[in-house]
T-cell receptor, first 111, second 117 residues
Framework: DAGVIQSPRHEVTEMGQEVTLRCKPI?????LFWYRQTMMRGLELLIY????????DSGMPEDRFSAKMPNASFSTLKIQPSEPRDSAVYFC?????????FGPGTRLLVL | AQKVTQAQTEISVVEKEDVTLDCVYE???????LFWYKQPPSGELVFLIR????DEQNEISGRYSWNFQKSTSSFNFTITASQVVDSAVYFC??????????????WGLGTSLAVNP
């Protein structure tokens, strides 16, 4: 079975542009998580979906960030407008059998 | 409150040495899960092991072994005969059954292991 798939793997954009990160969870997993990792703050949970419904978005930094999960096999994390401080690695994870499995991450650089 | 403490920020060893990474946790849940993840320099987060609170048996997988002790709230990870490929950041994490936290993972800050040739 394929693991969690994320795209793009790398994204370089300019401040003010919209950025959309994509995630395909492992088939059969009904929970999906978006994380951000930086050197300064480590690994932070941004938002968590269960059965496609957002359960906890308390980690979303501000209104510039939004996430959707229109169906069980797809989720997006959007940043609009992007800022240099959003530069980080963004991970998507899906959970099965009490375990979160992570995608390879999207390395985002906002200039 | 739930908390995971990895007191060792960085460890440096020479190849073939044994090394133990410490993890101490706090939780009021009676049912919970403990995890170890590895993050090599390439950046991905790799699941290594899950343990539930009712299973205190130690586990061995090749050169890796885990010691779970509820009495000391610890879940330590030992690498025997370390290799350069073991160089990575290792994270310990906790997930409880408390519905209030939606079973999110509570992460330690990680231990950076450098295995030198």
């Amino acid at each position: 079975d394929a693991g969690v798939i994320q795209s793009p793997r790398h994204e370089v954009t300019e401040m003010g542009q919209e950025v959309t990160l994509r995630c395909k969870p492992i088939s059969g997993h009904n929970s999906l998580f978006w994380y951000r990792q930086t050197m300064m703050r480590g690994l932070e949970l941004l938002i968590y979906f269960n059965n496609n419904v957002p359960i906890d978005d308390s980690g979303m930094p501000e209104d510039r960030f939004s996430a959707k999960m229109p169906n069980a096999s797809f989720s997006t994390l959007k940043i609009q407008p992007s800022e240099p401080r959003d530069s980080a690695v963004y991970f998507c994870a899906s959970r099965g059998r009490e375990t979160q499995y992570f995608g390879p991450g999207t390395r985002l650089l906002v200039l | 409150a739930q908390k995971v403490t990895q007191a060792q920020t960085e460890i440096s060893v020479v190849e073939k040495e044994d090394v133990t990474l410490d993890c101490v946790y706090e939780t009021r849940d009676t049912t919970y899960y403990l995890f170890w993840y590895k993050q090599p320099p390439s950046g991905e987060l790799v699941f290594l092991i899950r343990r539930n609170s009712f299973d205190e048996q130690n586990e061995i997988s090749g050169r890796y072994s885990w010691n779970f002790q509820k009495s000391t709230s610890s879940f330590n990870f030992t690498i025997t005969a370390s290799q350069v490929v073991d160089s990575a950041v290792y994270f310990c994490a906790l997930s409880g059954e408390n519905a209030g936290n939606n079973r999110k993972l509570i992460w330690g800050l990680g231990t950076s292991l450098a295995v030198n040739p």
